[in-house]
């Protein structure tokens, strides 16, 4: 089952938004009755703060200790990092997002904006990505 979904933007800040669009993405998962689920995040700040351990007084515990309580029910999730060309439809929607009200949002239907990108997905069309690896500096 493919669970998405378009969540509220969170001001000034990338990854409390991530993180909230992950809660809210188990969350619905889980109510619609998925039980094995490939979490894909862009965001490793949000991947690494998923599976390691967090000081309790960081400023996210209490949204972290809420997402690890929902991934802890009865159900496989696997927490991966992608990047955002393999993740194009929650980028999409992310980008998209200011023309909503406030709030969450399912769609029965994709987007206009969405379907062409959908369709590329079922065809199985892929993009590079450029990834430049950098000596570690030395001194």
């Given at each position: ?18 993180l ?10 889980w ?11 862009d ?9 390691n ?40 929607l992310?980008?998209?997002?200011l ?11 994709p ?29």
């Amino acid at each position: 089952m493919d669970c998405r979904f378009c969540s509220e933007t969170w001001r000034g800040d990338n990854n409390i938004a991530e993180l909230w669009a992950i809660f809210h993405g188990l969350d619905l998962a889980w109510k619609t009755g998925c039980r094995a689920l490939i979490l894909e995040s862009d965001s490793q700040l949000a991947i690494q703060l998923l599976k390691n351990r967090h000081d309790p007084v960081h400023p996210y515990a209490t949204l972290l200790s809420a997402i690890r309580r929902k991934i802890s029910q009865d159900w496989l999730v696997r927490i991966t990092h992608t990047y955002r060309e393999g993740n194009r439809v929650a980028n999409w929607l992310s980008k998209h997002s200011l023309v909503y009200p406030y709030g969450m949002y399912e769609f029965a239907n994709p987007p206009t904006g969405l379907v062409s990108i959908l369709q590329e997905y079922a065809m199985g069309v892929s993009f590079k990505r450029r990834i430049v690896a950098h000596a570690p500096l030395t001194m």
